[in-house]
């Protein structure tokens, strides 16, 4: 059982950045591996990014490949979503998840889900 709260998101001028932050409770945060996804209205929800439980592999979909980046601080129990060279076409609500063992990119892997941060980026 893990709670996950995002936080970050906002509006953004298309080419600024934005950086999600998604904490979780409790003291198992490195037994998962921890992805962000992503869904715009009228869609379906998208893989974005995601980690491995220690942080040293990570995986991203192509359309953010080069400007998104995902990082973790299992310390703090927090995943990052580092946000750069937005375009309008990312506007969506972003939502992190948790996944017991390897990461992945299907969103039916995923055991925990947080309730999402509205990112609006603006031409």
């Known amino acids: 059982q893990v709670q996950l709260v995002e936080s970050g998101g906002g509006l953004a001028q298309a080419g600024g950045s934005l950086r999600l932050s998604c904490t979780a409770s409790?003291?198992?945060?490195?037994?998962?591996?921890m992805g962000w996804f992503r869904q715009a209205p009228g869609k379906e929800r998208m893989f974005v990014a995601a980690?491995?439980?220690?942080?040293?592999?990570?995986y991203y979909a192509d359309s953010v490949k080069g400007r998104f980046t995902i990082s973790r601080d299992n310390a703090k129990n927090t995943v990052y979503l580092q946000m750069s060279s937005l375009k309008p076409e990312d506007t969506a609500v972003y939502y992190c998840?948790?996944?017991?063992?390897?990461?992945?990119?299907?969103?039916?892997?995923?055991?925990?889900w947080g309730q999402g941060t509205q990112v609006t980026v603006s031409s």
């Open positions: 980690i491995s439980r220690s942080g040293g592999t990570t």
């Open positions: 409790g003291r198992t945060f490195s037994s998962y591996a």
């Open positions: 998840a948790a996944k017991i063992g390897v990461k992945s990119s299907d969103t039916a892997d995923y055991n925990y």
